[in-house]
């Protein structure tokens, strides 16, 4: 028994790992239909300090972790776009499937990974 559950405990921390290894960083569109095309309005990268989207990109700064959250960040966004430039708050954070969360004052939009 103690053999079964030893591998079960294992077999869920190694799940539990690779999925927080799938990091907010990528490439992310509305769908997975949209991540076949080679242009969408609605994609957007994410590195380690920016978000590109279609007509418009925002600065990452200051980022914080959130406890009991380990794949969830709270940045400072500084974004550019069509001459403008504006600033909020950002969480970004991943799914069970590695699929992008962004949660603004503004609301909360998900966006499904192409790579």
């Given at each position: 028994m103690r053999l079964i559950s030893f591998t079960l405990i294992a077999a869920l921390l190694t799940t539990a790992t690779?999925?927080?290894?799938?990091?907010?960083?990528g490439i992310f569109d509305i769908s997975k239909e949209a991540c076949s095309h080679e242009f969408?309005?609605?994609r957007l990268e994410v590195t380690l300090t920016?978000?590109?989207?279609?007509?418009?990109?925002c600065d990452l700064t200051n980022p914080t972790n959130l406890r009991g959250l380990p794949d969830a960040k709270l940045y400072d966004a500084v974004c550019y776009g069509e001459g403008e430039e504006w600033t909020y708050r950002v969480m970004l954070a991943t799914d069970y499937?590695?699929?992008?969360?962004?949660?603004?004052?503004?609301?909360a939009w998900t966006s499904v990974r192409c790579q």
């Open positions: 690779s999925l927080s290894a799938q990091s907010t960083t969408s309005d609605g920016a978000i590109q989207f279609w007509e418009s990109s499937r590695g699929d992008l969360i962004r949660y603004t004052q503004e609301g």
